[in-house]
């Protein structure tokens, strides 16, 4: 069955280490998202890519990087510059070209805490 | 720009109770609307959906009538289960702003139903 999987489910990070977040999805999707949700603030977008090789900020971009080198993976680096990187993340896909009527495909979460 | 409003939670039913989850939006162009639902420690899944006016998504017994007069997707289900219990996201895509549009997502609601 097509889907997204995000691995791991659970990292702990060490202050001053980056860490990387896999996402990798089967369903032929162009455009990947990468949200992250902390209690009682909802979704909040961190980056998006709508095709390969080319992705842009969403509203908190700051200390957290991305690449796009394949349809299928759209990974996301926490940096050490993130000052409070503890929180649920989560990566979503869509169709291209549907004008958002397909809505988002949503992957498991990674839960990321600092230790 | 874009924006979706919830009613304020969190909401807490015993079960076989009514629920409605309020949901309005604010958009530009004629939006997609979404409501997704988040069961604990995992990720969004869509619930329903509507892509025009006057359509009604249904699913798992929800439904949400896509009402333009009042820029409302109101979520409800005649007879609530425990199993119910989760988070749930109103969201909508504005399709005129492009083939790829983002989706705009409301701050969710908890909801958590007593047996």
């Known amino acids: 069955d097509g889907g997204i999987t995000q691995s791991p489910k659970y990292l702990f990070r060490k202050e001053g280490q980056n860490v990387t977040l896999s996402c990798e999805q089967n369903l032929n999707h162009d455009a990947m998202y990468w949200y992250r949700q902390d209690p009682g603030q909802g979704l909040r977008l961190i980056y998006y890519?709508?095709?390969?090789?080319?992705?842009q900020k969403g509203d908190i971009a700051e200390g957290y990087s991305v690449s796009r080198e394949k349809k299928e993976s759209f990974p996301l680096t926490v940096t050490s510059a993130q000052k409070n990187p503890t929180a649920f993340y989560l990566c979503?896909?869509?169709?291209?070209?549907?004008?958002?009527?397909?809505?988002?495909?949503f992957g498991s979460g990674t839960r990321l805490t600092v230790v | 720009g874009d924006s979706v409003t919830q009613m304020e939670g969190p909401v807490t039913l015993s079960e076989e109770a009514f629920l409605t989850i309020n949901c309005t939006y604010t958009?530009?162009?004629?939006?997609?609307l979404f409501w997704y639902v988040q069961y604990p420690g995992e990720g969004l899944q869509l619930l329903l959906k509507a892509t025009k006016a006057d359509d009604k998504g249904s699913n798992k017994g929800f439904e949400a009538t896509y009402r333009k007069e009042t820029t409302s997707f109101h979520l409800e289900k005649g007879s609530v289960q425990v199993s119910d219990s989760a988070v749930y996201f109103c969201a909508l895509t504005d399709t005129e702003t492009g083939a790829n549009s983002k989706l705009t997502f409301g701050k969710g609601i908890t909801l958590s139903v007593r047996p």
């Open positions: 979503a896909s869509s169709l291209f070209g549907d004008r958002g009527r397909g809505g988002y495909t």
């Open positions: 958009a530009t162009g004629y939006p997609s």
């Open positions: 890519s709508q095709i390969v090789n080319d992705f």
